[in-house]
């Protein structure tokens, strides 16, 4: 290990607290931990030098890849103008031209409004103080209940973490939030009293935490009915899936559906900044109007031109480089390398796969579950990295989710990568 390396880590390990990581493995002698220095296309280096295919896209935040020169250079001319500046009674170019162009994505007179803030968190947070103040001041205060979905998972603020379905991440603080009907299926929605309910909210097309989780065909367009027929609000949470992940720029585009609310971040900024979107209607923005129907919420960095700039610069890149005409085809190949992974190991039980998403479930030969003690998916991550890949499991499901602008070659790297170290595991 070089001198600066270490001198890092000692720092990290004196200091440093992170984010869903057992800090007394971490900070184990025996734990190879690394230190992230520089980045390029898919790509990633290591403070040694070490070359890493970026297999989860930095926390599912990548689109075009790392140091892409459009989007340095729209941060850069950004710089020379101003980095940020207050929203709160103040407008600024970026905003306006950022807000214009996620609207833009959907039919007239649908999503006008945007709302921005910090992440996918506080995105969802937004949305679900816009749709309990809406009820208060339209006449329904009655209907104060928010519905999610078992094992779902919508940020961990205390707002979001209400709504997570997985206990191992929630459970202690549901009494500390808001008031949550599960629901497993949309059977189940015939049970709860309607009239009590403010909002239904949904990961669209597949559960990211949930081990990359699918939703039936058509089950979107019918719970977008249900929401209709009930007066229900509908949120789609599309932090995960937003951005051409699914195979299309937003996954609710696949059953025609237009929530009521559409919570955007991760992928916004092409993976450079922190910026989050809620989306809404006219309709639902101005029962906000008035004196007395301010919606009191909002960060000091709301909106920052930074953000706003690098996005822009994310979105011009779809068109610019013809991303989403691609994705078809390398959905088509990832599936493809996928296959082959399964026949080549008899420990992958099942891939679930959505557009450039992907979750590899590793059980025993047998179909059997691993002990959990044994954290198999986090050993073949491990493993990985010598032969420079880098993932992070759920549970014992590999999750693979590449840059969007991952070539063939690139994705076959990776899959070999990760049958090496599926072999290694054995």
Same mark, same amino acid.
């Given at each position: ?31 190879? *931990? ?21 297999? /989860? ?70 949305? @679900? ?33 209400? @709504? ?49 989780? /699918? ?59 922190? &910026? ?75 891939? *679930? ?50 840059? &969007? ?5 690139? @994705?076959?790297?990776? @899959? ?11």
């Amino acid at each position: 290990m070089n001198e600066q390396s270490a001198q890092w880590l000692a720092w990290d390990q004196q200091h440093c607290w992170h984010p869903f990581t057992n800090q007394a493995d971490w900070c184990d002698p025996s734990c190879e *931990r690394l230190i992230i220095t520089r980045g390029e296309g898919v790509w990633l280096w290591d403070s040694e030098g070490r070359k890493y295919f970026d297999g /989860n896209s930095s926390i599912w935040t990548n689109i075009h890849g790392h140091a892409h020169p459009r989007i340095n250079e729209a941060l850069n001319r950004q710089l020379g103008e101003i980095a940020h500046s207050s929203y709160l009674g103040f407008g600024n170019a970026r905003a306006s031209e950022l807000a214009a162009k996620l609207c833009g994505y959907f039919p007239n007179r649908t999503l006008e409004r945007v709302f921005f803030s910090d992440d996918g968190s506080t995105a969802v947070e937004c949305a @679900l103080k816009m749709a309990l103040q809406y009820r208060m001041q339209t006449g329904s205060p009655q209907r104060n209940r928010i519905v999610a979905f078992a094992n779902g998972y919508h940020g961990d603020t205390m707002g979001a973490a209400s @709504l997570g379905g997985m206990d191992l991440f929630f459970e202690r603080f549901r009494k500390f939030g808001l008031a949550v009907d599960f629901v497993g299926s949309l059977e189940e929605l015939a049970a709860l009293q309607a009239g009590e309910i403010a909002a239904v909210i949904i990961e669209p097309l597949i559960q990211g935490v949930n081990e990359m989780r /699918n939703w039936p065909a058509g089950m979107l367009r019918s719970l977008r009915d249900w929401c209709d027929q009930q007066g229900v609000h509908l949120i789609l949470d599309e932090v995960m899936t937003g951005f051409g992940r699914t195979g299309t720029m937003f996954a609710c585009q696949q059953e025609q559906v237009i929530p009521d609310f559409l919570c955007l971040a991760k992928g916004l900024t092409g993976g450079y900044l922190p &910026l989050a979107a809620t989306l809404t209607t006219d309709a639902i923005y101005r029962a906000f109007l008035g004196r007395d129907n301010v919606f009191y919420y909002g960060h000091s960095y709301t909106a920052n031109p930074l953000g706003c700039a690098a996005a822009l610069a994310n979105l011009a890149l779809f068109e610019l480089e013809t991303t989403m005409e691609m994705i078809q085809e390398k959905a088509g190949v990832l599936q493809k390398l996928l296959t082959e992974l399964v026949g080549t190991s008899p420990h992958v039980f099942q891939i *679930r796969q959505c557009g450039m998403i992907a979750g590899i479930e590793v059980r025993q030969s047998d179909g059997r579950c691993f002990d959990v003690a044994q954290m198999r998916g986090a050993k073949i991550c491990l493993a990985a990295r010598k032969y420079g890949l880098l993932t992070r499991p759920i549970k014992d499901t590999i999750v693979f989710m590449p840059p &969007l602008c991952s070539t063939p070659e690139e @994705l076959r790297y990776a @899959l070999v990568a990760l049958r090496s170290a599926l072999d290694d595991v054995d």
